[in-house]
């Protein structure tokens, strides 16, 4: 608490809030139309060209009786529904983190101080909305209200980053993209194949090891002109082992060409993605860029989930006996102590919960 009153406030109030981590639709920032009512604003955005989710909202409900995953994604049934359904199970939540924020939005940003339950749904769900289609609710006028000055997005290599050209006019705020590459290292993923394709199409480059690696190069030095300071790498444990680039492509080749099959955990994806990690901080290094990696999680754990609604919708989990410093330390050892001149900046960060 002294933490915060003595240094994160006074600090919030002098320079504003510097988020950089998240995964805003720029779109509809740019776009800056008002949120139709609280449910789209709140939990479930099923626009395909604004589409966001709370997945820890709708999955911890969704443990909940009475409400589901399928209630909260059909189509059929009205965001009214949805929002009564969900406020009649929401006290059970009372004491996680989500009920706090969502309570902590409410008040915040609606001026709401009632706490969500099967008797105060339609109350909130009308003054929630009546406050939406106020001037100071839209988009942008949010991001001011709270005091954002740098905002960070996450995206993926083959981004356009059109929107961040167009969100150079929003005056107060500045929005720079962040180097996501997960899509092209993960050999495990089904995907993958085609992910590769899609990169070396943009950048006229073989679908080949060297080619995938100069079309990343390609996309990387397009970020870092649009302004991204930052690369994001997704990982189940820090990969940092040194790989020759002789093993890293066979790996390739056995994935790509053979269309051998390996798993999260196997030997293969763990040099692959290690030598992919040696790549991206030396291109951070030469472009000044800082290497961002959050690990320990599995994702689409929930294949259920995974294969009826797809990624981002709770079906992540924690993993266990993560090896951290044998993976990294030889990331570590090149571009972060002294074997470089140019050290680079490393932010490291577990995903526990």
Known sequence: VKLYHDVAAPLRKKVGIVDTHTHHNLRQIVENESFPNIWRAEVLETREEYKNCDHYIIQLA?????????????????????????CKVFPILEGN???????????RMFGIEELLSAGTADRVWKKANDRLKQKDMLPQAILKKIGARIIFTTDDP????????????IEGITFLPTFRPDAYCNIFVDNWKLNVKRICKLTEQDTTFK???????????????????ASDHGLLEPYGLKISQER????????????????????????????????FCAMNQEKGMVTQIHYGAVRNANRY????????????????NVNIVENIS????????????????????????
């Not at 989930?305 to 266990?320: N, P, Q, R």
Request: charged share 25%.
């Open 62 to 86: 969704a443990k909940l009786p009475g409400f589901s995953q399928a209630l909260a994604r059909d189509p059929q049934i009205s965001d009214y529904d949805k929002w009564v359904t969900l």
């Open 97 to 107: 983190h989500v009920h706090q924020w969502m309570h902590l939005d409410l008040k």
């Open 158 to 169: 083959i981004d356009d980053l059109v929107y961040h050209k167009m969100a150079k006019n």
């Open 211 to 229: 080619g995938l690696i100069e079309a990343l190069k390609i996309r990387h030095s397009y970020f870092a002109e649009m302004g991204a300071k």
């Open 248 to 279: 890293a492509e066979e790996i390739f080749q056995q994935t790509y060409n053979k269309e051998e099959k390996f798993n999260l955990r196997s030997i293969e994806a763990k040099e692959f993605i290690s030598y992919m990690m040696h790549q």
């Open 305 to 320: 989930l995974f294969k009826k609604w797809g990624t981002d919708v709770g079906g992540d989990i924690s993993a266990e």
């Open 330 to 353: 030889p990331l570590l050892s090149r571009f972060f102590s002294g074997e470089s001149d140019n050290q680079g900046h490393l932010i490291l960060y577990p995903l526990r919960w």
